[in-house]
């Protein structure tokens, strides 16, 4: 039941008796006055969409970015999931308040973001954006071990909207989501390749892109493609930690303009990752082109490189792909500019979108094939110093496919597009090249001496794939590995077509370790949390202060000692702890008198786990106060104590006044542990 409270004027005190130490923590008495307002039309809750979890600076952290139909102050609601019941988050969820602004005209309304931080490994939490009145609904995602092996997903090209029919691209966008997290549900990172849409700022091929749960329960590891370049609503939709948003990094050097631009990094357990905006390569339109790029990889390796086992680069335009972009003068720049400093700054995989097509580098060092003996397709590759292997994801929707192109005269190293020796229908820089018209994606296992890179068929030749069901790859055709074809035709049987989850690629990826000394590594695991506990020491018997002693009638005295406290604290975060009792009033049937006048000396008995004790508590008596009637302190702990354990005691003091009644009188002590 709600008390209804009259609109009185109230007093609110706090009586403290004279002689008492108080401590008072977190307390306080506040007076409300409240005063209803009907809701006008301006104070409707705002319409929250384009949620999206996206990735922190670290493992500790995720980004959630959303739009709002209204300028108003939100909020990130977070919490364990164990601790919201029914929907109801508890009282002390943790409030992230938001920032943000003004959408560009195209799409209206606001943009928010916040950085929800301070996340704890292996949890389950829930969230909600928006404020009081007007949630979201609510999502969840989990958090995993900050440590070691795990997985991630890297997506190439969804550009939905890119087959002339939104609908069946966020379709084929949506099952690759579904496919590939039902199969790897303890991924813990989603990668884009670039090209979130086929038109910058058309919101619904983003309202398409964002419809799957999927981004509100992994975190989206954003890049900026060339189809996302060309407006601010790539931005709008994608906060990224750490990221550098300076003239140079834009490719025409104006961040107010209405472009996206930026380069940003993070540090996922034992992996740096630095993305890059590639449609920023040449100085001519006024961004700093790929020399801004090679200075930003750089320096973030400099100062972070060290802090990872391996480096993952990611941006949109592929340097060393298969398709209908391998011999574009763009990329052909990039070819030149970006893999000798790649290899010298000890970069282990690149990952790149852009001609949706797959494919699968040899070792590259400086510009060149590392090793000339690398055979193609192998299983197991081992980069010598510098080597650095490149690969290029198809399409994770079906909106569009590049068919693999043949190579040229242009020679076999640089900039060149000549043939594989090995495999002269192959690039001479690609192990394996690969386009089904087939949905795929790439797995990436990060493990303790290997990266294991997988493409994964994530549909088959049946809808939804838009760009063979309507065309838009020239013909509608779906390719399969056994190359079989329909009796008296020259077209592939799509019948005989790989099922889901089967295998396109797969490479073992060795680092190198140096050639003149042997690295050795040793895991050590989590800790136990250890626990605090406190038990009576030996038998928990009644506590006999015996028979009182008369002081000529003026009052009665009784001593005694508190059965011994064992303490225990094998915790690793070394937090302080407390232990402390209060004593109920005395009681021989109808007969009474209170527990004030009981008091205590304390004592550490045996030493150990940082325990102290506390003053001594005189009995009401003596001072008039409250003596143990109140919770007193018995030990304490600080912050950064010793584990161990300790026993502790107390010597009982009981002075009563003469006019107590004769009697046989018990009490109870409660005794409490405070632990932080």
Known sequence: MTPTISPQRRRVRSRV?????????????????????????????????SVILG???????????????????????????????????????????ATG????ASSGGFNRHVTITDLDPNTAYSYRVGAEGGWSPTYSFKTQSFEGDYDFLFFGDPQIGSSGHVAEDGAGWADTLNVALTANPDAELLVSGGDQVETANTEAQWDAFLASDKLRQYPWVATIGNHDVGGKAYEQHLFTPNTDRSAALYANGNPASNTSGGDYWFIYKDVLFIDLNSNSYTTTSGGGGDEAHIGYVTDVIDQHGADAKYTVLVYHHAIYSPADHAKDSDNKVRRVDFPTVFSNLGVDLV??????SYSRSYEIKNGAKANPDEVPGAADVY??????????????????YYDITAPDGSGTSGAGNGPDPLNPANYWYNSV?????????????????????????????????????????????CANPANTFVPGSTQPD???????????????????????????????PAAPPGEFGWTIDGHNGLVSLGTAENHNGDYYEATGQLNPILVSDSRRSLAPWAISASVSDFADGARTFSGAYLGWTPTVIVAGAGAQANGAVASAYDDHGQGLSVPRGLAYADQGHPKGSATLGADLD???????????????????ALVS
């Open 101 to 104: 602004g003004a959408n560009i």
């Open 494 to 524: 799509n019948s005989q077509a790989l099922p889901v989850g089967s295998i396109v690629d797969s490479v073992v990826i060795h680092p190198f370790h140096g050639g003149d000394g042997q690295d050795i590594q040793v895991d050590v």
């Open 351 to 356: 990952l790149q979108g852009h001609d949706h």
């Open 55 to 97: 990735v922190g600076a670290d493992e500790s952290q995720r980004i959630v970015t959303w739009y709002s139909s209204a300028d108003t102050a939100q909020a990130v609601q977070v919490a364990p999931t164990a601790t919201v019941v029914s929907g109801e988050f508890p009282a002390d969820a943790t409030t992230f308040a």
């Open 383 to 400: 980069p010598g110093p510098g080597g650095v292997v490149y690969v290029t994801a198809n399409s994770a929707s079906g909106s569009k």
């Open 17 to 49: 008796a004279a002689g008492a130490t108080v401590a008072v923590l977190g307390v306080s008495a506040a007076v409300g006055i409240a005063l209803a307002i009907p809701a006008t039309a301006a104070d409707a809750p705002a319409a929250l969409s």
């Open 654 to 672: 009981l002075k009563i006044p003469g006019t107590v009644d004769e009697g046989s009188y018990r009490a109870t002590l409660t005794i409490t």
């Open 433 to 477: 090249q690969n386009q089904e018209h087939v949905r795929t994606y790439v797995k990436v296992q990060v493990r303790a001496d290997q990266l294991v890179v997988e493409n994964v068929r994530s549909g088959t030749c049946a809808a939804p794939n838009a760009a063979v069901q309507f065309g838009t790859v020239g013909q509608k055709w």
